[in-house]
């Protein structure tokens, strides 16, 4: 069996194209062009990479930027204010302050502040709270979290029954996108590093989202054949023979585990483009609820 490769790229591309055509009918319409703001603090370069892409996207499908870029020193009065002003900017439909922040910041503070419906990261406590509790739906799911739901809809139509393993419990990927699991009628396991006999969990699942953050943790003999892997995973490597002198990998031995999987992402170019897709999706839903 050689698996199916589920190309982000393509995927992420037709729900931009979607997204882009709503706003110009926004537009056409007389609305305003849906606003984002992106709160950069400090000089983290993947996080500056991050931002970047973020506002090249959303030109591209006519997504107004604002860019505040902030020094480390920034204080917390001062980051919580700028905040609170983008909150009472009508022309602002979406926040995103970039995480991680420099040392010496209260993130979940931050977030806080964030109004919850302008939260478009999906990470404000309220919609956190709500994606867990049953019969209640946030807002705004996270996005790279609503990203791995979609690949996996997309693969598989119904998760109903499925068993799930998520390799990875961070606030930011393995959490959220448990809860979605359960919410889509998935049996789900949450793996972490006090798991016992972790290969054996592994080759129980169905269906099995990698978020752990080791190169190629994932080997070919974990999983069962016939499994969708999804890995989000992205970690630099060090190889000689690339100009750069490292490679890009994800958490799963992509080579060995293509050979056994039904279907499997490839790292880059899987997960990655479905979350800025998703931001896109839920800034272009920001302006709408708040005509509302």
């Known amino acids: 069996m050689t698996a199916k490769v589920i190309d982000g790229k393509v995927i992420g591309e037709q729900i931009r194209a979607e997204v882009a055509a709503e706003i110009e009918e926004r537009v056409r319409a007389g609305k305003p ?3 984002l703001a992106t709160v950069l603090v400090g000089e983290n370069p993947a996080s500056q990479v991050y931002v970047r892409s973020k506002q090249k996207a959303c030109a591209e499908v006519g997504i107004e930027s604002f860019g505040y870029n902030l020094p480390a020193t920034t204080s917390q ?3 919580e204010k700028l905040v609170a002003d983008l909150n009472a900017d009508p022309k602002v439909n979406g926040i995103l302050v970039q995480l991680p922040l420099p040392p010496g910041f209260d993130e979940e503070r931050v977030l806080s502040t964030i ?3 302008k939260d478009v990261d999906g990470f404000h406590p309220i919609n956190i709270g709500r994606l867990a509790q049953k019969g209640r739906d ?3 799911i996270p996005c790279t979290p609503a ?3 979609y690949l996996l809809e997309h693969e598989l139509h119904s998760l109903e029954g499925l068993e799930a393993v998520v390799l990875g419990r961070s606030n930011i990927v393995g959490m959220p996108v448990a809860l979605l699991l359960v919410r889509a009628n998935a049996t789900v396991t ?5 798991s016992k006999d972790l ?3 592994v080759r129980r699942a169905d269906l099995l989202v990698a978020a752990v953050g080791k190169a190629e943790m994932v080997k070919g003999d974990w999983v069962k054949p016939g499994c969708v892997v999804i890995d989000v995973g992205i970690n630099r490597v060090e190889d000689a023979s690339k100009p750069r002198g490292y490679r890009l990998t994800g958490d799963v031995a992509y080579d060995e585990v293509a050979e056994v999987a039904r279907a499997i992402t490839p790292v880059p170019g899987g997960v990655g483009p479905l979350t800025i897709a998703m931001l896109l999706k839920n800034t272009l839903r920001a302006a709408n609820l708040a005509e509302k």
């Open 115 to 117: 109004s919850v419906e």
């Open 199 to 201: 290969k054996e969990i």
């Open 33 to 35: 062009h849906p606003g």
């Open 147 to 149: 990203g791995v739901m």
């Open 77 to 79: 009065a001062d980051l």
């Open 190 to 194: 949450i793996c972490h590093s006090r």
């Open 138 to 140: 946030p807002l705004f």
